[in-house]
């Protein structure tokens, strides 16, 4: 650090000495002298400030220049204590002396005669008297520099007393803190030792209460552990007495297991004896609409349970009569209808194909029989939501002999003799029908969209789905006509592991599309076009009967995609049963005459014995 970046009162004094080299002129010149900064520097004597002093030697005149100002003015002293104020009053006086004596003038020597060149000894007497005024001030000015250290120092210690006491304000403004701080939480902590009395009082009620508590259930345990001990022996007891009924349970499922085998063999047998191909008749009642237009009945007469007799409307033919498996009249509920197929349906359990179709002119009630109305109900229900419900009930039957079971579904339709599928989008792949391998009555249907069933009540999702995609529109015969033949089928895959038998029936709901006459339904431009497909696959039908019937060695399946979907059910792989839906109206004879001698020859197709589908168990 330079003295320059000192403050002015630490910086050292300095003299600048300068004598001529003439020897008429010796001058000192006293550059800086510093007082305390706290304390004002007197103010100097206008006579001794304004003029300097001079004295004459004999060779020369001396010249000095006092200036004794302060470094820095303080206009606003500090506080201080008592104890500083003493000492600064008595620095104070101190100080005035100081000054007094350092304003003193010598005295001003009368100026003598300049000496001759020649009188050395009294020119070294005048430079002796020089040195020493110059000793005197130089003394003087060593004790003023003196008295300025003292004043510094003292400067010094009250500038550490100062922060000295400064430090022990704060200190006793953070002990004040403290002692704040530790009184609050001094009450708080008592607020909490006050709640941690009244809880400790507390708990120590509620362990007197446990106690008593404790002591109940001590005794409650004694007669708990007298019971566990009877309840032991009775359970020794009936440990012996399950033994022994799983072990009658053992002989109980074999005959149960043989009786299931006898029942499906007499089953199997019933339904043979009643044919593999069986015709149900069912006449619808009228419309309200049609009571309300006064339509007339046909004459028909159901003189025996499985016969039913028409009279033609020409007076002078003779009343026609045909026998089929069942005659259903118009007050005919669902029910009763559907008692007639649920045998049927429950071979579908046993591992057997079963094909139950619709057939009819339209608006005979077809498709009313098969799903019923749009919004069905107990009642209304077709036979396709009570077959589901019915195999439903046999899956939960088999369930205490080990069968375990496994349901899909897919309905398709035939539109102009193409097939489309009813539960996919319109934008999916077109359905492709092939014959399987094996005897070739097994069909394989490709790019169909297959849903598993998991309850009955899933149904009724699909067939609305159907509805909506299915093609139907209005005629003159039918306000709500099918424009297209659909097939529901069923697939059931049922597995025992106890038997290690397994076994997978079909069971195909089929709701032809209504044969009509263009004539009768004014059809035109698609309906036109509709009704030309329908009447034609409707009599490639006819054909593959009558080929049948007549047991020739080609049947015509593949002429139309509806004989080639029903070659399965036709084929004598499977139980088949057709409903003929007919008309009560009588200007619909014609039509009805024609579909009961359809039916006739139906019922005289022999297909022989219809096979289980065994299939391969895998563990």
């Not at 300068?18 to 006293?30: H, L, Q, T």
């Not at 100081?98 to 070294?124: F, I, T, Y």
């Not at 007197?208 to 409650?220: D, I, S, Y």
């Not at 749009?374 to 939501?385: F, H, L, N």
């Amino acid at each position: 650090m330079t003295e320059d970046s000192l403050p002015p009162f630490k910086r050292k004094m300095s003299f600048n000495s300068e004598v001529d080299e003439s020897p008429k002129k010796f001058r000192i010149d006293i550059s800086e002298c510093e007082s305390e900064p706290s304390v004002p520097a007197p103010r100097p004597r206008p006579n001794a400030a304004s003029r300097p002093v001079t004295q004459r030697g004999v060779k020369g005149v001396v010249k000095v220049d006092r200036k004794i100002r302060s470094a820095h003015s303080t206009p606003v002293a500090p506080k201080r204590t008592a104890a500083a104020l003493r000492n600064a009053k008595s620095s104070a006086a101190v100080r005035k002396v100081h000054l007094a004596e350092s304003k003193r003038v010598p005295p001003a020597k009368v100026a003598s005669q300049p000496r001759p060149a020649w009188d050395l000894r009294g020119r070294l007497a005048d430079y002796d008297e020089k040195l020493k005024t110059n000793d005197n001030e130089i003394h003087l000015l060593k004790r003023e520099m003196a008295r300025l250290q003292g004043f510094e120092a003292a400067a010094v210690a009250a500038s550490a007393l100062q922060s000295e006491l400064e430090r022990a304000k704060e200190l006793q403004r953070t002990s004040d803190q403290r002692i704040d701080f530790l009184q609050a939480h001094s009450s708080k902590v008592s607020a909490k030792l006050q709640e941690e009395q009244r809880l400790s009082l507390q708990q120590r009620k509620t362990i007197c209460e446990w106690e008593a508590r404790w002591r109940e259930l001590e005794c409650v345990r004694d007669e708990l552990a007298a019971k566990v001990h009877q309840l032991e022996g009775r359970k020794r007891q009936l440990q012996a007495d399950l033994e022994s009924a799983r072990h009658r349970d053992v002989d109980l499922v074999d005959q149960l297991n043989k009786s299931e085998s006898v029942r499906r063999r007499l089953h199997e047998i019933v339904q043979d004896l009643k044919g593999n191909v069986r015709v149900v008749c069912r006449i619808r009642p009228l419309l309200p609409v049609e009571k309300q237009e006064g339509k007339a009945l046909a004459k028909m007469t159901i003189p025996a349970a499985n016969t039913i007799e028409i009279e033609p409307t020409k007076p002078t033919e003779k009343a026609l009569s045909f026998e089929f498996n069942a005659v259903f009249d118009s007050q005919a509920g669902q029910d009763v209808v559907f008692d007639e197929i649920s045998q049927l349906v429950q071979s579908v359990c046993d591992g057997f194909n079963v094909s139950i179709f619709a057939y009819g002119q339209t608006g005979s009630g077809k498709t009313h029989t098969m799903q019923g109305p749009e919004v069905p109900d107990v009642e209304t229900e077709g036979m396709i939501s009570r077959s589901i419900s019915q195999i439903f009930a046999s899956m939960h039957n088999l369930q205490m002999f080990g069968w375990k079971h496994e349901m899909t579904a897919m309905f398709l339709e035939i539109y102009n003799d193409n097939i489309r599928d009813l539960l996919a989008d319109k934008k999916a792949e077109q359905v492709q029908l092939r014959m399987g391998a094996g005897d070739g009555c097994d069909l394989v249907v490709s790019n169909a969209k297959t849903f598993t069933i998991e309850q009955a009540s899933d149904i009724f999702s699909l067939l609305a789905t159907a509805n909506r995609n299915r093609a139907v529109a209005e005629t003159k015969c039918n306000s709500r006509s099918s424009r297209s033949h659909s097939v529901f089928t069923l697939r059931l895959t049922s597995t025992n592991d106890r038997t290690d038998e397994s076994h997978q029936g079909t069971l195909n709901l089929i709701d032809l599309a209504g044969s009509e006459r263009l004539s009768s339904s004014e059809s035109a431009g698609d309906r036109q076009k509709e009704a030309i497909h329908i009447n034609t696959s409707l009599s490639m039908l006819a054909r593959v009967i009558r080929a049948l019937v007549e047991k020739g060695g080609h049947v015509p399946y593949r002429d139309c995609k509806l004989t080639q979907l029903l070659q399965p059910s036709l084929s004598g792989s499977s139980k088949t049963l057709m409903f003929l839906n007919t008309s009560p109206r009588a200007d619909h004879v014609v039509e009805t005459i024609n579909s009961l001698r359809f039916g006739a020859q139906i019922a005289q197709c022999h297909l022989g014995v219809a096979k289980r589908n065994r299939a391969k168990y895998d563990k």
